[in-house]
């Protein structure tokens, strides 16, 4: 394992859709020393290694010994013990969303953590998004947001629903730009080609009287990504597609603009790699031994509610086919 002037060692668990990823940028960073990559299918690992000059393994527990930090980037049901088994073992870890499938599994992961000095970063990258960095200093306090997160059918991560997949994302750019305790959540949704909910729409009401209207659904017919936040004399609006910002503030002066006494601002941003940059953040956060942006606990707070966003769904899913079936 490296020391403070070597190279990091760090390995991926779970070489799927996004795994891949995962190693791939790894293996660009001059100061990062890909030690190997597991995953139960050892065809898959045995193909991403030989492409990135690696060492595939087919149990996880094989990097142990050999890593700093890793990626668990597998099913959202295995995130927990194998993210505990690394933590266990003084390894620092970076768990994609959602952290896990329960807020006991997400508190027990924080505990270990905090009581070996060791760091879990939660993969929200949209928080690395640029557009996201942007509106850091734009957005102050809003009082409505809204969002849509639209994706055409991928057959990927299927395993949980829209919620914890895609909705999770907005919910936790939406608490981080609200800065205020939810008070409230109403929700629907229903599973439509899948076994889980995918499609759904969530209203969450927070104390600082800022509302929130979320929808995601993995079943559109185009892939769209929307945020729209209004704030005291002003209002954004995102589209992280097209890469554009429109911003509306009431201090214009020009007559002629197309809403009166209103400044207009349109601004572009480049389309980045929200990846490489989250990477990036972890590699330094081992590095520095300082707390990530998106820590354990911000990642237990989304899932939290996520999680309660999902209740509500499937109370009224029950209530539905207890109706319609007696």
Known sequence: MSTVNEKLCVGVVGVGYLGKFHAEKYARMADIELVGVADIDAAAAAAVADRLQTKAFNRHADLIGRVDAVSVVVPTSAHYLIAKEFLSNGVDVLIEKPMTSTLEEADALVAVAADRGLIIQVGHLERFNPAVVALRDIVKRPLFIESHRLSMF?????????????????????????????????????????????????????DSGCVANVTASRISIKDERKIRLFQRDCYTSVDFVDHRITVIRREGHDPSSLIPGMDIQQLSFPQGDALDDELKAFVQSVRNRKPPQVDGRVGRDALRIALDVMAQINSKIDRYLSLNHS
């Open 154 to 206: 991928r057959g990927r991560a299927t395993d949980v629903s829209v919620v914890l997949d895609l909705m999770i994302h907005d919910i936790d750019l939406i608490t981080n730009f609200a800065q205020a305790e939810l008070i409230s959540v109403h929700a629907a949704g229903v599973p439509v080609v899948s076994g889980e909910v995918d499609i759904a729409n969530a209203r969450l009401e927070f």
